[in-house]
T-cell receptor
Framework: AQKVTQAQTEISVVEKEDVTLDCVYE???????LFWYKQPPSGELVFLIR??????QNEISGRYSWNFQKSTSSFNFTITASQVVDSAVYFC????????????FGKGITLSVRP | DTEVTQTPKHLVMGMTNKKSLKCEQH?????MYWYKQKAKKPPELMFV???????INESVPSRFSPECPNSSLLNLHLHALQPEDSALYLC?????????????FGPGTRLLVL
């Protein structure tokens, strides 16, 4: 069985602050993929990143960075110099390879960035 | 073009109505998904189509009937829904169900059942 835990439910920061969203996962599979999605108030889930279980390199994309640590089963997401447009619900998700595999989502973190 | 489109954006229906939700993608993806999302919850998988065949049905009530007319289109037919079925219905697509690739989501249809 797979599980994704996003212990933080709501985070509020002031614009330009850095913020880290935590994600901890459980799986018995050796090959799996981790994702982050952003869901703004409009409702659409926006794909942000996909990372496979064999690639522990950190990734940076503009103001976004991700830290994957297999030893602690964590895949944390940091937004640097946050902006009001970053306000959204952020979901971490996990999937294994193979037929009939399904995305397991965490409960989501609501991020509010105040001007 | 990583776009999935859904129509309508909003839908209000009575419990005796029949309506359909539509989803379209032109990314050449061979897997398509329907999710249901209640407020402040993560999306819940309903159905998965792989190469136009139903691959996964998450024990969804028969008042929801999916259809995949071709590789680009996915419909969800609704009949005799209950007020608790009110939710955001999201369509998604991915390259192939076995590759664990990114799922790209549409903007969703906000459904209200009266």
């Amino acid at each position: 069985a797979q599980k994704v835990t996003q212990a933080q439910t709501e985070i509020s920061v002031v614009e330009k602050e850095d913020v880290t969203l935590d994600c901890v996962y459980e799986t018995r599979d050796t090959t799996y993929y981790l994702f982050w999605y952003k869901q703004p108030p409009s409702g659409e889930l926006v794909f942000l990143i996909r990372r496979n279980s064999f690639d522990e390199q950190n990734e940076i994309s503009g103001r976004y960075s991700w830290n994957f640590q297999k030893s602690t089963s964590s895949f944390n997401f940091t937004i640097t110099a946050s902006q009001v447009v970053d306000s959204a619900v952020y979901f971490c998700a996990l999937i294994r390879t193979g037929a009939n595999s399904k995305l397991t989502f965490g409960k989501g973190i609501t991020l509010s960035v105040r001007p | 073009d990583t776009e999935v489109t859904q129509t309508p954006k909003h839908l209000v229906m009575g419990m005796t109505n029949k309506k359909s939700l539509k989803c379209e993608q032109h990314m050449g993806h061979r897997a398509m998904y329907w999710y249901k999302q209640k407020a402040k919850k993560p999306p819940e998988l309903m159905f998965v189509y792989s190469y136009e065949k139903l691959s996964i049905n998450e024990s969804v009530p028969s008042r929801f009937s999916p259809e995949c007319p071709n590789s680009s289109l996915l419909n969800l037919h609704l009949h005799a829904l209950q007020p608790e079925d009110s939710a955001l219905y999201l369509c998604a697509s991915s390259q192939d169900i076995t590759l664990a690739g990114a799922q790209y989501f549409g903007p969703g249809t906000r459904l209200l059942v009266l």
